[in-house]
């Protein structure tokens, strides 16, 4: 038995060869078949109300939704941050520890960057859904058109548009090129034709040469350079898509960093989420450690608390700022119609967060899941609240109304979960799920620095 | 045709039978005639509805042919619609002048309550669209109101009855005029005894001419007259006070100190329009002398004219009458009992009589219509006494060519029916059985007269107990007449044929006179060959149909002396007490079935759809009620099951019952809506029901308003400057310098459109919400829609209390699109659907808006709407020919709002263009402007300085809403002006919120 350094990031059983063995597995001789077979008819059924919502709202428009005057955004947008909001750990967790060099990301990246994608797609599914005339959402794209009509740029929600297409190409690619090693490795593994045949298109003819392994390295962190910024910069956007507007509780210049680490704040909590999930079902607890999810949870202390400092500030700029208009907004936010979302996202993004001060906690599957858990709710709730709490009551009190979302927004949240459920089972069915190679890597990389044996 | 024979068969038998039973000679003409026996009749109809025009004087080839041609021409049913001069549509030679898409105006009238408001109608291509108010007209002057904005939409209307019934069988008109033809040469024979005429009020000299033509052939015939709310207790006090019946007209024109006792002369009705100009001028020109006059109000209901008190006191009915005597004692009138007064209110009414008294003649004290006759002579009497009786307050002859007092009214018919006086009765559009007082029992009574006829725009609950229902023409498809408030007469053009087949009610008329064949227009044209004698007639009649109008036709003035009369003795207040009021939107229930006024927000309540009983917030939290929660409310044996509504202002126990609701089924838009007020009114019980039981019935139900907040929560919304202040020169708000902004300016080459809105002058009638709504399409949504808060009105008047809640201060704002310069709806839109226009408008692109719905979560004023639904797609087909060419019509998921009828301004464009001038000031009216009876909206170019917008934008009274935003709207607001010094009156009060 090889001596293994107490930080190493993986188990000490773990070689380059059982990487490759346990992570391949999967998609050629699944293990856990039963269970794959239960949540994914599960998640069908949720692609089903989907489809069904979606294809009630296209037939008989947003009036099937609760929204009104003032209130002209509701569920849908408040879904849609909270959707691409957690699309940004993924992407933040591979690029950022990547370019820093951070090798504890290897086993952690694959799937928080297709969480990263499902989420986006989401997300960017609901800005066309919550559209009046959805049929004619290309006319927020800009293209040469015999009108002569182009989009309007000063408008937040257009470079919405931009950023979220972006994002998404970007996200994609990141994942897809991240993945081509590791799809090779798989095709090498399969004996079946069909499978043999299916890594073999995705893997582009990978064929492990240096010169492949040199053009693949410049183009991922070229990726990863280029993801980076966007995940600064879609999250600024979605912000200015309210700070733009002049309704109290949304015209604050904290906006865009505040949104940003909420979203990355949220994207956290779901990979822990997703990561103890994966690891207990796959039994992957060489490969995602207890140190793993202690680098997480620190993590998603961190960023909660700046969350947390978010809140703070909002509220003082409304009191300090002295307009009667934002002071209401505080108001009613903190003892409003919609006080329980705000005192829901105190206590589930801040209250609950402190037990990560413990070294305990942190260490413990169960209890991150529940803070996970309780984040990923906290934050959908924060969302919901800054979205209608603001537009519920803004300036004339004439036009005061109260929002309550109908079945039919409901139904449409649950099949986007549904939705991001379905694909998430079958990228953990058909793709290798942790980078095995990156995994080599850092066994590489531990044996070169003495941390353990050099593995064969 | 087994059945034809049959047929014959059976009418010889039938004619046999009946010789045989008679002694004597008997004449007849035909077997048929001979056979009109009810029971074959009914039968034969039963079978062959069709054959009733020629049953009884045609021959078997006639009803073989007849019967087969209607087969034959069913497909050619519903041709018979279009433009009144047989013009068929589309043309093949164009009528020479008649450019399509050029409106033509014709003058005509609307009714309400029988007297007409003299409006000039839009037709496009032959389509009445909309109607605007008589410029020239002195009631009128270019405005009106609510009820005849909406009329138009009535005329569309698809519930109206669209034929002739018997038996609730679809019959013809002919048909009817054979049976009614027999019945009169029945009559004749008793000199008219046993027929009784019932009608509204009636101010048509047509109508009256024909009536009187009746009474010629049959003069025993009764003439009963029923409007629900009507001016029969006025009319009754006139009498008492003068010896004979007159009409008062108050003079807010001359009063500088006015004291109305339950009275609303600027609330709804006949005389809203009148009124409300009179008091704007009045009150215009104190302003520029640094004064205002006086208006004290004592009410037990909030009312319009309370809104614009100087001081709004609520009180019972019970203490007002109390007040009334007091106020008499205090002039000087004797022979009054000293009454029961509260404290406040006996000093309030010292203070009022002393400023009644300096002001002397021209003092004014109104009597509220429904109160006691004795108490209104009384009132005429102080009037007199003040100095003020034929001068701030001035009697003509009625205007009602049958003003309805006790020996006519609905009682003494039904009084005449229980004696069996009455076996011919004929209703003219009137619904007594929903309308009459409960203890009448007039459904019952009606179906014991053997001969009834129902002449109606609905089946409703009168039609439906009368054998025989014709429907009655809209004033705008037939040729009719009438006369304004005034008294000066109108000629009432058909626009559009019967749209809905119906008929007018002088055909009806002149076939019981006789003369079943005449046609309404030669009738209409007789009449006034009287009316306009000693001139001559063509050129005459030509003028009158172009003016819309008689000139020199008002009723004439009376110098009056007011006699004393016996002062009523005074009341015991402290029990509940109901008053009984007409509603604001649907008036006494005819207009049920209006979809336009069924959603416009009542003015305090902002409620649609529904009539509430209106309680006191004492009272609610005495009572534990909120807003919803049904009551039972008795009066006697008689009960009803309502909601309450908690109406600050309101007299502390006494309920608000609204009339025109509760009418259980009743078309696609009137069905089961409210309750029925009427079920708990009595003879003597007509508008205020003492010892009024109320229950709560642990229950509620949803009310849709459209305005759940009603304090400004300290925000400067609506603004107020003291009369003081004004005078010193002093500003409402520092005169604006604009705020420095990132975006850079614009230029405008051509015009800067904008807009003020004076809330001094605004009385919060709605005149303007329903004009908008008629001129630019606005969908309805129903009341499910406004319960969500998706109502689309492009203009709203948002109304906010001020103050305590028990005596609050109202503040009407109307709110169309700001056009703001920095417009962050502009901003927001990401595909360009919404631009700022050249000319400063705020441009709404429908078929570029994608529906993201930023620029509406962008606007601080909340003025955009859209549409969650296919709204208009939903309307029922008949109403798309009412809809204005000159506008898009929206479909689903489009942002719309407030364009500042740019229709409007591009007509006005083309005119000048083709002129090669600039557009004139005052040649864009908006519709809302154009409606407006108190002119508190002016519309124009900002960039022109001797603009009228200008000009009212350079007032020391001028002020932006929401003005720290900076974001320049282009309409602004001119302050309300009190007469508290600056400070003395805090706006920012707050109000408990409901």
């Known amino acids: 038995m090889a001596t293994v350094h107490p930080e190493s990031l993986t188990a000490p059983s773990v070689d380059y060869r059982s990487v490759t063995r346990d992570v391949a597995a999967v998609p050629l001789a699944f293990p856990s078949p039963r269970a794959w077979w239960i949540g994914f008819g599960i998640s069908c059924v949720g692609v089903l109300i989907f489809l069904v919502s979606a294809f009630w709202l296209f037939y008989r428009g947003v009036g099937i939704w609760g929204i009104n005057n003032p209130d002209f955004w509701g569920l849908a947008i408040s879904n849609y941050v909270w959707w691409i909001g957690m699309g940004h750990a993924g992407t933040l967790i591979s690029a950022l520890l990547l370019l820093i060099n951070k090798g504890w990301r290897n086993s952690l990246n694959r799937f928080a960057e297709a969480m990263t994608v499902f989420a986006v797609i989401q997300a960017g599914m609901y800005p066309i859904l919550h559209l009046g005339r959805p049929w004619l959402f290309y006319w927020l794209i800009p293209y040469p058109n015999t009108m002569t009509v182009w989009p309007q740029f000063k408008s937040p929600l257009e470079w919405d548009v931009f950023a979220v297409g972006t994002y998404l190409i970007v996200s994609v690619l990141f994942w897809y090129v991240g993945l081509i090693p590791d799809l090779a490795g798989v095709r090498d593994r399969a004996k079946r034709r069909v499978w043999q045949v299916f890594f073999g298109l995705l893997a582009l003819g990978w064929r492990n040469s240096a010169i492949h392994w040199q053009r693949w390295q410049v183009c991922y962190w070229i990726l990863a350079g280029l993801a980076l910024p966007l995940v600064i910069s879609v999250h600024s956007g979605v912000a200015m898509l309210f700070a733009g507007g002049l309704e109290p509780g949304w015209h604050t210049t904290i906006y865009p960093p505040y949104f940003v680490l909420g979203a990355v704040f949220e994207g956290f909590a779901v990979v822990l989420l997703i990561s103890i999930t994966l690891r207990h079902a796959f039994r992957l607890h060489h490969l995602v450690t207890d140190r793993h999810l202690d680098m997480l949870a620190k993590l998603l202390l961190a960023f909660g608390l700046m969350t947390a400092y978010g809140y703070l500030f909002e509220g003082f700029g409304a009191w300090y700022s002295g307009d009667l208009y934002e002071r209401q907004t505080l108001q009613d936010r903190l003892s409003g119609d919609y006080a329980w979302a705000y005192w829901g996202a105190i206590a589930l993004n801040f209250v609950v967060l402190q037990a990560c001060w413990f070294r305990a906690v942190r260490r413990s599957a169960a209890a991150l899941l529940a803070i996970g858990a309780a984040v990923t709710v906290g934050m959908w709730l924060e969302r919901f609240m800054l979205v209608t709490t603001a537009l519920y009551r803004d300036f004339l009190p004439s036009s005061y109304q109260a929002y309550v979302p109908t079945f039919w927004e409901w139904s449409l949240f649950l099949g986007t979960i549904g939705v991001f459920f379905f694909l998430f089972f079958l990228f953990v069915r058909l793709l290798p799920m942790i980078s095995m190679f990156e995994i080599k890597e850092v066994l590489q990389e531990e044996a070169r620095g003495g941390h353990r044996a050099a593995p064969s | ?994």
């Not at chain 2, 698809?158 to 033809?181: V, Y």
């Open chain 2, 1 to 994: 045709m087994a059945a034809t024979r049959e047929i014959r068969d059976r009418l010889k038998a039938l004619a046999t039978g009946r010789l045989e039973g008679r002694s004597g000679r008997a004449y007849w003409r035909s077997l048929e005639e001979l056979a009109a026996e009810p029971a074959f009749h009914d039968q034969l109809l039963d079978e062959f509805p069709s054959l009733e025009p020629v049953l009884g004087s045609r021959s078997r080839r006639d009803v073989l042919r007849i019967m087969g041609a209607s087969l034959g021409l069913a497909g050619l049913a519903g041709c018979d619609f279009g433009p009144p001069q047989e013009k068929a549509l589309p043309y093949v030679r164009a009528p020479e002048f008649e450019v399509p898409g050029d409106p033509e105006y014709y003058a005509t009238a609307a009714l309400l309550g029988g007297y007409a408001l003299p409006v000039l109608a839009e037709t496009h291509v032959g389509r009445p669209v909309k109607v605007e108010g008589n410029p020239e007209h002195p009631v009128s002057r270019g405005a009106t109101d609510l009820f005849a904005q909406a009329a138009v939409l009535d005329l569309y209307d698809p519930d109206r009855s669209g034929a002739t019934t018997r038996l609730a069988q679809i019959s013809t008109f002919d048909a009817f005029q054979i049976d009614l033809i027999g019945r009169a040469r029945e009559l004749e024979g008793r000199r008219g005894s046993g027929l009784a005429l019932l009608t509204g009020a009636v101010t048509s000299p047509t109508t009256l001419r024909l009536i009187e033509r009746a009474r010629e052939r049959l003069p025993e015939l009764r003439w009963f007259v029923h409007e629900p709310v009507g001016n029969a207790r006025r009319h009754e006090a006139a009498r008492l006070a003068f010896g004979r019946i007159l009409d008062l007209h108050p003079r807010l024109d001359r009063a500088e100190v006015t004291l109305c006792l339950e009275a609303d002369p600027l609330g709804p009705g006949p005389a809203q329009v009148p009124n409300a100009r009179a008091w704007v001028d009045q009150r215009r020109a104190k302003m520029a002398h640094g004064e205002l006059p006086k208006l004290y109000v004592l009410e037990s209901t909030p009312s319009l004219t309370g809104a614009k008190a100087s001081e709004a006191l609520p009180a019972a009915p019970a203490e007002i009458h109390n007040a009334t005597l007091a106020l008499a004692q205090h002039l000087g009138i004797g022979g009054i009992e000293a009454p029961e007064l509260p404290l406040h209110l006996r000093a309030k009414v010292l203070e009022i009589a002393l400023a009644l008294e300096r002001s002397g003649e021209a003092a004014l004290v109104m009597p509220g219509a429904h109160l006691d006759p004795q108490l209104q002579a009384l009132v005429f009497r102080i009037n007199q006494q003040l100095g003020g009786l034929n001068r701030t307050l001035v009697a003509t002859l009625p205007v009602e060519a049958r003003p309805e007092v006790g020996e006519n009214s609905l009682p003494a018919l039904a009084g005449a029916i229980r004696t069996g006086e009455v076996d011919t009765l004929l209703i003219l559009d009137s619904n007594p059985v929903y309308t009459a007082p409960a203890d009448l029992d007039i459904g019952d009574l009606l179906q014991t007269v053997p001969f009834r006829v129902h002449v109606g725009a609905y089946q409703d609950e009168t039609a439906a107990l009368c054998p025989w229902h014709v429907p009655l023409a809209h004033p705008f498809e037939t040729w009719s007449d009438g006369r304004a408030v005034d008294g000066t007469a109108s000629v009432i053009q058909p626009l559009v044929r019967p749209v809905r087949g119906g008929r007018s009610m002088h055909e009806v008329l002149a076939t019981l006179a006789g003369e079943p064949q005449a046609e309404p227009y030669e009738m209409v044209r007789a009449t006034w060959r009287r009316v306009l004698r000693g001139r001559d007639f063509e050129p005459a009649w030509r003028q009158v149909l172009h003016d819309g109008f008689a000139e020199g036709t008002a009723a004439e003035t009376q110098s009056v002396e007011a006699r004393p009369v016996e002062a009523p003795p005074p009341k015991k207040p402290g029990a509940i007490e109901a008053v009984v009021r007409p509603d604001p939107s649907v008036w006494d229930g005819r207009f049920a079935t209006n979809a336009w006024l069924q959603e416009l927000p009542k003015p305090f309540t902002k409620l649609t759809w529904d009539n509430v009983v209106a309680v006191s917030p004492a009272f609610a939290v005495e009572h534990r009620l909120d807003n919803g929660d049904l009551v039972d409310l008795s009066a006697g044996v008689r009960r009803v099951r309502a909601p309450v509504w908690i109406l600050p202002g309101q007299a502390e126990r006494t309920l608000t019952l609204h009339l025109g609701y509760g009418r259980g089924r009743f078309g696609g838009v009137g069905s089961d809506l409210g309750y029925d007020a009427y079920r708990l009114r009595t003879t003597d019980e007509l508008w205020v029901i003492e010892g009024m039981i109320v229950q709560a019935a642990d229950a509620s139900m949803p009310l849709a308003s459209t305005q759940e907040h009603h304090s400004m929560l300290g925000h400067h919304l609506v603004r107020e400057i003291g009369i003081g202040e004004l005078a010193a020169g002093r500003s409402v708000v520092p005169k604006e310098h604009h705020r420095p902004t990132l975006y850079p300016e614009w230029d405008y080459e051509t015009y800067a459109w904008a807009m003020t809105i004076d809330l001094d002058a605004c009385i919060g009638c709605n005149a303007c919400v329903v004009a908008c709504q008629a001129e630019n399409n606005v969908p309805v949504v129903g009341k499910e829609e406004v319960l969500l808060g998706r109502e689309m009105h492009w203009l709203r008047v948002d109304r906010y209390y001020s103050g305590e809640a028990s005596q609050p201060h109202v503040h009407f704002q109307p709110i169309p699109c700001m056009h703001c310069e920095k417009a962050p709806c502009e901003m927001g839109c990401p595909v360009n659907a919404t631009v700022h226009g050249p000319e400063g408008l705020n441009q709404m692109i429908y078929n570029r808006c994608v529906g993201t719905r930023t620029c509406a979560s962008y606007c601080p004023y909340k003025v955009r709407r859209f549409n969650f639904h296919d709204y208009t797609a939903d309307e029922p087909p008949t109403l798309v020919a009412r809809r204005n060419p000159d506008l898009t019509v929206r479909a689903r998921g489009v942002m719309e709002k407030c364009t500042y009828c740019v229709q409007r301004i591009s007509a006005a464009r083309i005119e000048a263009k083709k002129e090669g001038r600039r557009i004139r000031d005052g040649e864009v009216v908006t519709a809302c402007q154009q409606v407006c009876p108190t002119r508190a909206i002016v519309f124009g170019d900002q960039s022109d300085p001797d603009s009228m917008v200008a000009r009212a934008k350079a007032s020391p009274r001028d002020y932006a809403l929401l003005a720290e935003l900076n974001l320049r709207p282009r309409t602004s607001y001119l302050a309300e002006v009190s007469e508290r010094p600056a400070g003395d009156h805090r706006l920012e009060g707050e109000v408990r919120e409901f």
